[in-house]
């Protein structure tokens, strides 16, 4: 699928500090415009860039007729679950998360989920199936028993702690504090600007207090998973909506040794969850035509697009490196 490449990739210092797990792996639609522009020219000599690795894809594998080089996690994968097993979760809000719970708790009580080599999802599956790949608890905890089900009491007392955050789902309390992003400057001819900054403000500092702050908190684009990141993983993962993340300890060292950011800063999941790949869409304008919509793969090792869509495509890259505004090419392994 890809041609492993000892490569590196220059973003800005300190974009590792600006994106959460929850980015690359929950929300995408909305937060994918931003990479149209991720193949602009940086100045070569860039002073304040960090190294990522990158993976280039080849343009005639979806293709060709002969199996091409393997997905750059397959190796050790193998070697660590060496079942050819996966599932596949669907999209559709809370009802499509309320499904993956019971189908992960099944495959988990029959002894099927240790064998389950790879975990893919979009959407409401994602909401669950993203919690589930980072908890650092155990599965009964977060799935729930097996308790059989009282109609009259499976919304006041769901079974497991990623159930309850489905139950307290509803967007409503978190997408408000959205809102201050989203104010013009004036209402009514009345100039509100400094009234917007103060929200912003205080916004802010109830966040910081309360220990849920967001990165780049002014982006409008990233709305969407600053929502979904306060639903789905504070609660459950600590610090996951904020901190970066890894496949696991040996990349998390690596990452932090090319970034400069500690190995404590990223979050990786347990030894014993399958490799997770959320899929999903990025809309490109196309003219008067109907957009043209390509796919995304999020994973905790990397993130990109796999078949090339004109300059946007063929590459993957490591997930903190992903969604920057700029990546400055270095040589023909590096970028």
Known sequence: MSRDVNAGAKAPAGAGAKAPALRGVVVVALALTASIVTFAQSPT??????????????????NSTTEGPVAPERPRLDAMRPFDVGV????GGTRSASATIGQLRALNRNGWLARVRYVTAVSGGSWAAVPFTYYPGGLTELLGDDRPLDPATIETVPAGLLAERVVNSGLGHVGLQEVPSFLPDSIAGLDIAQARKVLVMARAAARKIRKRDVTEPDRQNKTYAHMLGQIFLDRLVPD???????????TAIEMSQASGRPAGDFIFPPPDRPFLIVGGTLVKLNGDDYPRLIPVEYTPLYTGVRQRFGLIGGTYLWPWAYDRLYVAPRSETRV
């Open 240 to 250: 996951g909506n904020r901190r970066l993340y890894a496949w696991d300890r040996e």
């Open 88 to 91: 596949a979760f669907s999209g």
């Open 45 to 62: 000599s860039c002073q304040s860039c960090v190294e990522a690795r990158f993976w280039e894809v080849s343009p005639t594998f979806w």
